[in-house]
Each structure stands twice: as structure tokens, then as C-alpha cells.
């Protein structure tokens, strides 16, 4: 029996090589038109005689990106898989170059592929930033823990900004360089007067999701605003919109607050989730935080001419690829990057959103159905497909 599996084995071998190759054939039909040509027009193949061409470096860059190898084992499976033989410092060399035509790939996959948001949000006066952060675990014995912060800006999906700290620096806007017209977008993590003064003082404007007590909230004179009473008085698909202040030193930072009730079946979630997660911290649950958990509120600094249903949907902006940053946050925590230099950093963050959007393009071509399994290139629909409708259902902390 032992002789009979290992001839079933050896004999089956072949054919796993050929599926894997069928497998890569069907992933490029995805990939947007052009895409090889532009890895020359944007720089990723100038200049190299060690990629044959854009198929080859692409393969390579996903063995790192994907698999999350590290620069020496992606080229050691290069080599044995005969694709190309070169070392770790040539490969990264060809991943800091490659950095902007990942980023295009990425950001062609989202216009065809995925649901976009109201053109009215992107025309605005704002370049909106997307300010988040990740842990990065090496794996192996040796392995080291790091916390990545990043800004990727909306709709380009351009990285203009990566730190490399250790898992104990935590998250705050304050890491960031702002400019006049900046809208930094983030979630609760960033809701601090610190990080958001920062960004006031910088001439930027700020979206923060908030829970009720990481921000205190004053009214114009100084006195408690009480947030709690105000969400509930929002019923059906009411939007709250409440000036507030933020005092920060000797100074009231003017804002508002913005807020939408969620359905029963998202409260019911939210609920479960605050229950579990205070219940592994061994915490008691303020009924308070329960009831509030029932509602999405937001700070922002925009000012009032922005209706606050323009506000949420900003918010969703971040939203627009929520699905594609969860799976990118769950990409980027397990993989190998290089901490000392910014440009492979960066490179390394355009090829993570790549392989997040190319996860979720599967998906939603899973659920357009091709009986024969992949796109005819030609015939590509550019209609979308939404992957989350609901402003109620798409927040990623329910």
C-alpha cells in the first residue's frame, strides 16, 4: 500500500505543477489591460537584465508579497522553479522600483472591479488620508514583532507616508506631516486630542470614528455635552448632526459630531462583539457603553456647509475598500519587510494592496459567476460590484 501511494503521488506530481500553472494563467485574466506594459513606462523593468519580463517579476514579487517569504527564500523558490536566478539584494532592488506599478495595478483592480464612491466626495477641496496602522509578525523562531503606520491616500491608493516602530508605539496622527487641505481619516485608535490638534495646527481637517470616552466633549461654555442623550433621539434612519468643542490645553477645538442609528440585527452585533471583547480584558461592561454601541458617531472638524450625510459617507470613503484594508491588515501581519528603508517600505504596502485587491476581485468574480471559471479578457464588465451597501452594516469594529 506504502508503494502504491508513492507511485500515486509521483504520478500525480506533474499534474499539480500543471494545475498551478493553469492557476496562474486564469489570476493574470485579471489583472488590468496593459499591466505589462506599464511595468516598463513605470520604471519597474528598466534597466533590469535579470527579469526576462513583466510575467516573470510579477510571479517573483507575489512569491514575497503573497506567501510572505522573506527576500531569500523568494529567490531561492525563483531559482528552483526556474523562473530566475538572482539574489535578495537584486530583488529588492527590483521591488523598490516596482513600488509605482504595483500601486497601478492595485488602484485598476478597484476602478473595474469594485464599488466606488460618489464622485462628489473625491471632487472635493480635500486629498483624503487614510491614517492606519498593523503589527507585523516575522514568522520563525527568530521572528520580529513590529508595528507598521501608514497613510495611503483616497482614491489613488498612494502610500505618501510608512513608519516602522516597535509594537509599543502606539497609533496617533501626530506621526504624520500634514498639509493645508488634508482630511486625516481614522478610527477609534486615533481619536485623541493630541493627534487631532496636530492636524488642526497643521492646517488639515479631521474624521475619527469615536466611542464615549476617549474624547471628552464640551459644549461651547465649557460644560459636559452629553453625547448618549443626543444618539438617543435618533430613530429610524435619522442623522444627528451636534456642534461640539474638544478641550485640548487652554484651547476649544470646534467640531461636530455626526451619527446614524444602526439596524437591530447590527446593534445585536455590536453588542455581542463589546460583551466578548471587555469580557477577555476581565472588565464589567457600563451598560452605557452597550447602548451607545448601538450607534456609529464621528468627530470631525469639516465645517457645517458638508451635510453630515456627506460626512458619513467621507468616512465611508475609508469604507470604500474596508473589506480589501481587513484583508490587507491581515496580509500585511504575517510577512517579511525590509525595516530601514522607506522606499522598500513603501513598495512593500503598494504590493500587500495588490495582493489584497486580487483576493477580493476573486471574490466578487466568484459571485458574478463565469460557468467557465475566469473572465474573457475582452469582454470584461466595468460594472461594479457593490461589497458593501449599507452605511448601517459597514463599519468594521460592529
Known sequence: ????????????????????????????????????????????????????????????????????????????????????????????????????????????????????????????????????????????????????????????????????????????????????????????????????FHVINGGGEVLVRLNLTNVPLVKSDGTPFPLLEHLRSLEGTKIGDWEVWVPFDSRLIPGRICAIKKNKEATEKAHKKALRENGRKGAKVKPETIESAGYIFVFTTLKSDIRPSTILEMYRGRWQVELVFKRLKSIIGIGHLKKTDVEASKAWIHGKLLVAFLLETLIVAGERFFPWGYPIKENVSQETMCLEGNIIYASPSQ
Open 1 to 196: 500500500m506504502i508503494v502504491i501511494n508513492y507511485v500515486w503521488e509521483v504520478a500525480m506530481e506533474p499534474l499539480r505543477l500543471l494545475d498551478q500553472e493553469h492557476d496562474w494563467q486564469y489570476l493574470l485574466t485579471f489583472l488590468p489591460n496593459g499591466w505589462q506594459q506599464k511595468a516598463k513606462e513605470l520604471g519597474a523593468l528598466l534597466r533590469s537584465r535579470n527579469f526576462p519580463n513583466a510575467e516573470v517579476l510579477l510571479r517573483i514579487l507575489l512569491i514575497h508579497l503573497a506567501d510572505g517569504c522573506s527576500l531569500r527564500e523568494t529567490v531561492i523558490r525563483a531559482k528552483r522553479g526556474n523562473l530566475v536566478s538572482v539574489t535578495d539584494v537584486a530583488l529588492l532592488k527590483r521591488l523598490k522600483s516596482s513600488g509605482e506599478w504595483l500601486r497601478w495595478m492595485a488602484e485598476e483592480l478597484m476602478r473595474t472591479w469594485i464599488e466606488r464612491q460618489p464622485s462628489s466626495i473625491f471632487a472635493s477641496l480635500h486629498n483624503i488620508r487614510i491614517i492606519d496602522g498593523s503589527n507585523i509578525q516575522e514568522p520563525g523562531s527568530t521572528g520580529s514583532n513590529w508595528r507598521l503606520h501608514y497613510s495611503i491616500c483616497l482614491p489613488s491608493l498612494r502610500c505618501d507616508e510608512v513608519y516602522v516602530t516597535s509594537p509599543k508605539v502606539g497609533e496617533s496622527f501626530k506621526r504624520f506631516n500634514v498639509k493645508h487641505g488634508d482630511l486625516f481619516l481614522g478610527d477609534r485608535g486615533y481619536a485623541q486630542r493630541p493627534g487631532i
